[in-house]
């Protein structure tokens, strides 16, 4: 995946519904068989930005034995495609989808049910994307490979200013404000201030999660009011950067030396090594404080589905358990050489070779131990609106934190009521 489209997968986590938009459907007339014994099944992939990928899923595909498997690559809007298609009777057999099939695609019976699918391979997946992609203790997808955010620091900078990299919030901000000279600035979390990237880490950091384990709104709570006036005070400190040429997803900001620590993705590791090598680290977003929360990283995965209306289910589930649960060697494959990815499995992150050093390891790590799926499945769009709405006010306008979450939990609590319904 290219910067910008795994940039889009970790926004995914706030949740898409399938789009009631007719007429989308392209395969037509597609056989149900492919004139033999075998089933024809049609899979679906959002067009990757790095070179080989295309050919190395069809490569995938010809290998399956037990059916006769069309790879469709699908540029532009592939989301509103695949959303579209599912309300038709012409949609994939197999497709991904960022982060799993959305809550109205599990309730509107789009998609099959994969929990039978892993087996004694259930306990070796990333647990965090295992658990966004079961709804009622069901699961609709299995996860294909990891993308992550991170925090990255310039180990020449922190050591010339005497600061450690910061294990709390406050030990952040501490160096930023050490870090920032009149040529650099201590920090960069986006144009915007964070408001796009640090909703999720702003909770985890305060012990707190969108909703609690029973589904309810979960951080109406003073920790949170303290997480999230935190980030207002790196506004008014004057440490971030702002205005930066290319937003967090680029690593430009960081290499060209404006900012000594930055949050963005693992896919700019290659690039931040080759301007920079050895003169960096990576950190998760931290804990709040000594005694409250934990460190955390946004994780995300296109998840394998099986539409629910295929005319061979059965052969389409025979085939994601195939790729993605029994071609450990593939999967590898697919993680590794075609970009930068972490493997879904933790037995895989082991034999990865570009994941056993240096940052990429420490990345990898962090990923297994303090990684959280973006939002869980019934955190809607709109619930996600009105959080982003609210980060905007409190970090850049000084809105009083405890009101601005009060509205939120008032459209989520209503959002809750209408996924139940």
């Given at each position: 995946?290219?910067?910008?489209?795994?940039?889009?997968?970790?926004?995914?986590?706030?949740?898409?519904?399938?789009?009631?938009?007719?007429?989308?459907?392209?395969?037509?007339?597609?056989?149900?068989?492919?004139?033999?014994?075998?089933?024809?099944?049609?899979?679906?992939?959002?067009?990757?930005?790095?070179?080989?990928?295309?050919?190395?899923?069809?490569?995938?595909?010809?290998?399956?034995?037990?059916?006769?498997?069309?790879?469709?690559?699908?540029?532009?809007?592939?989301?509103?495609?695949?959303s579209t298609a599912l309300l038709t009777d012409q949609g994939p057999d197999v497709f991904e989808y960022g982060n799993g099939p959305t809550i109205d695609m599990i309730k509107g019976k789009q998609v099959a049910e994969l929990t039978d699918l892993l087996g004694d391979a259930k306990s070796d997946f990333n647990p965090a994307l295992i658990e966004r992609m079961t709804y009622q203790g069901k699961l609709y997808g299995i996860?294909?490979?990891?993308?992550?955010?991170?925090?990255?620091?310039?180990?020449?900078?922190?050591?010339?200013?005497?600061?450690?990299?910061?294990?709390?919030?406050?030990?952040?901000?501490?160096?930023?404000?050490?870090?920032?000279?009149?040529?650099?600035?201590?920090?960069?979390?986006?144009?915007?201030?964070?408001?796009?990237?640090?909703?999720?880490?702003?909770?985890?950091?305060?012990?707190?999660?969108?909703?609690?384990?029973?589904?309810?709104?979960?951080?109406d709570d003073p920790a949170a009011f303290e997480s999230l006036r935190k980030l207002r005070e790196f506004w008014t400190a004057k440490v971030l950067l702002l205005g930066a040429p290319t937003d967090w997803s680029d690593p430009a900001a960081f290499t060209q030396g404006l900012t000594a620590m930055q949050f963005t993705g693992l896919w700019t590791l290659p690039a931040i090594e080759k301007a920079l090598p050895g003169d960096?680290?990576?950190?998760?977003?931290?804990?709040?404080?000594?005694?409250?929360?934990?460190?955390?990283?946004?994780?995300?995965?296109?998840?394998?589905?099986?539409?629910?209306?295929?005319?061979?289910?059965?052969?389409?589930?025979?085939?994601?358990?195939?790729?993605?649960?029994?071609?450990?060697?593939?999967?590898?494959?697919?993680?590794?050489?075609?970009?930068?990815?972490?493997?879904?499995?933790?037995?895989?992150?082991?034999?990865?070779?570009?994941?056993?050093?240096?940052?990429?390891?420490?990345?990898?790590?962090?990923?297994?131990?303090?990684?959280?799926?973006?939002?869980?499945?019934?955190?809607?769009?709109?619930?996600?609106?009105?959080?982003?709405?609210?980060?905007?006010?409190?970090?850049?306008?000084?809105?009083?934190?405890?009101?601005?979450?009060?509205?939120?939990?008032?459209?989520?609590?209503?959002?809750?009521?209408?996924?139940?319904?």
């Amino acid at each position: 995946m290219s910067g910008m489209t795994r940039r889009r997968l970790l926004g995914i986590g706030a949740g898409l519904s399938a789009m009631a938009v007719a007429g989308c459907g392209s395969n037509s007339g597609r056989p149900s068989t492919s004139g033999g014994s075998k089933p024809a099944l049609q899979q679906w992939y959002h067009q990757y930005g790095e070179a080989g990928t295309q050919q190395a899923v069809e490569k995938y595909a010809k290998a399956y034995p037990d059916a006769t498997v069309t790879v469709q690559w699908s540029p532009g809007d592939y989301d509103k495609k695949a959303s579209t298609a599912l309300l038709t009777d012409q949609g994939p057999d197999v497709f991904e989808y960022g982060n799993g099939p959305t809550i109205d695609m599990i309730k509107g019976k789009q998609v099959a049910e994969l929990t039978d699918l892993l087996g004694d391979a259930k306990s070796d997946f990333n647990p965090a994307l295992i658990e966004r992609m079961t709804y009622q203790g069901k699961l609709y997808g299995i996860p294909q490979v990891i993308d992550m955010q991170l925090l990255v620091y310039r180990k020449s900078m922190l050591s010339a200013a005497g600061v450690q990299p910061p294990q709390t919030v406050d030990e952040l901000l501490a160096a930023a404000k050490k870090l920032t000279t009149a040529k650099v600035k201590g920090l960069f979390v986006g144009n915007d201030g964070g408001v796009g990237v640090l909703g999720g880490p702003a909770l985890w950091s305060a012990g707190l999660d969108y909703l609690t384990a029973d589904n309810q709104f979960g951080f109406d709570d003073p920790a949170a009011f303290e997480s999230l006036r935190k980030l207002r005070e790196f506004w008014t400190a004057k440490v971030l950067l702002l205005g930066a040429p290319t937003d967090w997803s680029d690593p430009a900001a960081f290499t060209q030396g404006l900012t000594a620590m930055q949050f963005t993705g693992l896919w700019t590791l290659p690039a931040i090594e080759k301007a920079l090598p050895g003169d960096y680290g990576v950190l998760p977003w931290p804990k709040l404080n000594a005694t409250t929360g934990k460190p955390s990283v946004p994780i995300g995965a296109y998840g394998s589905c099986v539409n629910a209306k295929s005319k061979n289910v059965d052969a389409a589930k025979k085939y994601v358990k195939w790729l993605w649960v029994d071609q450990t060697d593939d999967q590898l494959d697919f993680a590794q050489s075609y970009g930068f990815h972490i493997p879904a499995r933790k037995s895989l992150v082991e034999k990865a070779d570009k994941l056993k050093s240096g940052p990429a390891a420490d990345a990898a790590k962090l990923a297994t131990e303090n990684g959280h799926a973006q939002s869980p499945i019934l955190w809607s769009p709109k619930a996600g609106s009105a959080y982003t709405d609210a980060l905007n006010k409190i970090i850049r306008s000084g809105a009083d934190p405890a009101a601005e979450i009060k509205t939120v939990r008032t459209v989520t609590e209503a959002e809750l009521k209408r996924i139940a319904g």
